[in-house]
């Protein structure tokens, strides 16, 4: 079964950056999709960015420009570069992975906290 640990939160002010890790203990080429969600509190859960391993990433409108997948195969880690982060960007952040194998698994939450 595939695990995920998760890092790179932290307190930022506004338009500073954070890089959010997500690393896989497989390896990443098992890996078919990869997402990160953020929930704020009393806000649903939503989708930010999603990635095909090996292909393109597609962004939520809110936050294109200024997020970016990144990755390092060695490592078999995924990267989230956040930039020029706004207070609105402040929540719980998810890691999510569907495997070629058809597992769904969750990583851990990370708080992002953007101050104005």
């Known amino acids: 079964q595939v695990q995920l640990v998760v890092s790179g939160g932290g307190l930022v002010q506004a338009g500073g950056s954070l890089r959010l890790s997500c690393k896989t203990s497989?390896?990443?080429?098992?890996?078919?999709?990869m997402a990160w969600y953020r929930q704020a509190p009393g806000q649903q859960r939503e989708l930010v960015a999603t990635?095909?391993?090996?292909?393109?990433?597609d962004y939520v409108d809110s936050v294109k420009g200024r997020f970016t997948f990144a990755r390092d195969n060695d490592k078999n880690t995924v990267y989230l570069e956040m930039r020029s982060l706004k207070p609105e960007d402040t929540g719980v952040y998810y890691c999510?992975?569907?495997?070629?194998?058809?597992?769904?698994?969750w990583g851990q939450g990370t708080q992002v906290t953007v101050s104005s």
């Open positions: 999510n992975v569907h495997t070629q194998t058809g597992q769904e698994v």
């Open positions: 497989g390896s990443i080429w098992d890996i078919n999709t």
């Open positions: 990635h095909d391993i090996g292909g393109g990433a």
